[in-house]
């Protein structure tokens, strides 16, 4: 009944499956279980992650309302400096935490991660 | 190592100084080990990495409100086995536009907006090689699996992965259907592994 499992790899491409694991390892949890002290950084997480969905949101829609043509030369730059902004801010939060981007990533399931 | 009954289904635990166990290569290589020798046996219903509980009757209290789920699922995999493959994606679906002039902090507005455009279409190019890619894979194997899951490129990644349950007789098949996937489309860079215990598709533990 005993299959080994075995892993073959496309010839060639062997140290960019490593690469791209490695980054997976390192994205992995330090810790499995619930820890009071990492409850705080959670909440953060939640809530960034939140604010991160709306700010994509935003970012699309400005995104197409200026391709689309709808907006002055000047409501573009208005609205890409307050985005600009907005992205800064959430870099700041997100050091202040010690979350990175993959922390904020939702996995939709079928519909794939938000990010 | 031991196993406990647990109102007709087996546990396989082992004991841990703390409540929680702070993971690290060589405990997730012996996790792995237990996992693979009850896979030898039957296909087991594998426990993720690091669960704790602080006895017996903490396991039993566990164990006991999902036992029809456990049971189903135990049924639902038995024979079964899971096989994983992983895509990286081709070059020009990563690339995208070109990236110049884009380091630092963006001088105005319309340039923030202007290469916030950029990667969102960097976004959907990766998304839309993705499903050509998963389209791919499910047609070479589709004769071969029960069941699929699938993970798209994480953000900064373009690897996909694509997790097949698949009857213990069709593993052979199942490599050499990828082998061949790997012939018709050499641009893509494929690693195939397996059998693993069905850890994606194993809901019903929690």
Redesign the interface.
């Known amino acids: 009944?005993?299959?080994e499992?075995?892993?073959?790899?496309?010839p060639?491409?062997v140290a960019?499956?490593e690469r791209?694991l490695r980054?997976?390892a390192r994205?992995?949890?330090?810790?499995?279980?619930a820890?009071p002290e990492r409850v705080d950084q959670g909440l953060a997480r939640l809530v960034l992650t939140l604010i991160e969905v709306l700010r994509k949101v935003l970012?699309?829609q400005?995104?197409r309302r200026?391709?689309g043509g709808s907006l002055s030369?000047e409501e573009?730059?208005?609205?890409?400096?307050?985005?600009?902004r907005l992205?800064?801010r959430m870099d700041e939060l997100k050091r202040l935490f010690g979350l990175d981007?993959?922390d904020l990533?939702i996995?939709l399931g079928?519909l794939?991660?938000l990010? | 190592m031991r196993a406990v009954d647990v109102g007709g289904l087996r546990a396989w635990v082992s004991d841990t100084g703390g409540?929680?166990?702070?993971?690290s290569p060589e405990r997730a290589r012996s996790h792995d080990r237990v996992v693979?020798a009850a896979l030898?046996?039957a296909t087991p219903l594998p426990a993720?990495?690091?669960?704790?509980v602080s006895d017996e009757a903490a396991l039993e209290a566990l164990v006991e409100p999902r036992r029809a789920a456990f049971s189903a699922a135990l049924e639902r995999l038995a024979g079964m086995?899971e096989m994983t493959v992983?895509v990286?994606l081709p070059a020009h679906a990563r690339e995208g536009p070109a990236l110049t002039g884009q380091e630092g902090?963006?001088a105005?507005?319309?340039?923030?907006?202007e290469r916030?455009?950029v990667t969102?279409r960097q976004?959907r190019n990766l998304?839309a090689e993705?499903g050509i890619v998963r389209e791919h894979i499910r047609s070479a194997v589709r004769e071969l699996v029960r069941a699929e899951a699938?993970?798209?490129?994480?953000?900064?990644?373009?690897?996909i992965t694509v997790s097949h349950l698949i009857p213990?007789g069709h593993?052979e098949h199942y490599?050499r259907a990828?082998?061949a996937l790997?012939e018709d489309q050499p641009s893509?860079?494929?690693?195939?592994?397996?059998?693993?215990a069905p850890y994606s598709f194993a809901e019903a533990i929690g």
């Open positions: 009944m005993s299959d499992p075995v892993t073959d790899v496309s060639g491409a960019e499956f791209e980054e997976i994205a992995l949890p330090e810790r499995i279980d820890d970012e699309h400005a995104v200026m391709d030369d573009v730059e208005r609205l890409g400096l307050a985005l600009l992205s800064e981007d993959e990533e996995d079928p794939g991660r990010r | 409540s929680a166990v702070t993971p693979r030898e046996l993720r990495f690091g669960q704790v086995v992983r990286i902090r963006a105005s507005g319309r340039e923030y907006l916030v455009a969102q976004e998304l993705a699938f993970a798209g490129a994480a953000a900064g990644s373009s690897m213990r593993i490599r990828i082998g790997r893509l860079a494929i690693m195939v592994s397996g059998p693993w």
